[in-house]
């Protein structure tokens, strides 16, 4: 699996003309059909039809799903839905409050939570890693009071506003758009799941 933006005409032209390479082997990515079509809630009511576009290297022979930064690996919800979930439990919100404020199940959102925090020092290294790679001079966000979910989303948010600032034609990727590209799809994810991600490829998958 292969994060890439969120304009799949974008990702079409790329992919054809041989701009997105193998994260293994670094060879040319081609084009090998579709994955199955899946619908993701958006926000509110809204619902989106997702079908991400399947490629394949000639070189090491690996498949590769492109997903675009707007959805997580193997989650129903847009990543701006969780993505502000986890904004408003980082500000003091219970999970129950968030789930009916975003009109999802009680226990969708717990789940989301809980498996965000197992790994939230894990993320906020990451993030301040990526930080100090985008910004010479970084803002290193202050410690929430010991609080780790909360540091890791000050860390997130933190990058999202370094890499406009340094790419300003990127103004429009939200801060959840540059958390899936930077965790390759994988923020909400079982504890132990690494991810690893240079900057300019964090560029490539925003633009």
Same mark, same amino acid.
Do not use: Y
């Given at each position: ?140 966000? $202050?410690? $929430? ?63």
């Amino acid at each position: 699996m292969l994060t890439v933006e969120a304009d799949p005409i974008g990702v079409e032209k790329k992919l054809t003309s041989g701009e997105i390479n193998c994260p293994g082997c670094g060879s040319v990515l081609r084009p090998w059909g579709w994955a199955a079509m899946r619908v993701l809630r958006g926000e509110g009511p809204s619902r989106l039809r997702l079908r991400p576009r399947r490629s394949h290297c000639s070189t090491c022979r690996a498949t590769h799903v492109l997903l675009p930064v707007i959805a997580l690996l193997r989650r129903a919800d847009a990543a701006v839905v969780i993505g502000t979930a986890l904004l408003a439990k980082a500000r003091g919100a219970g999970h129950r409050a968030i789930a009916a404020a975003l009109g999802r199940p009680a226990e969708t959102v717990r789940g989301w939570l809980r498996s965000f925090a197992r790994r939230a020092e894990e993320i906020r290294v990451l993030f301040t890693v990526l930080l100090t790679g985008v910004d010479p001079d970084p803002r290193i966000p $202050a410690a $929430a009071g010991g609080d780790a979910l909360g540091d890791a989303v000050a860390a997130m948010l933190a990058l999202a506003e370094a890499v406009r600032r340094r790419w300003p034609a990127l103004g429009a990727a939200s801060p959840w758009q540059v958390a899936v590209a930077a965790t390759h799809g994988r923020l909400i994810f079982p504890a132990g799941s690494r991810s690893s991600i240079n900057t300019s490829r964090l560029w490539e998958q925003l633009m």
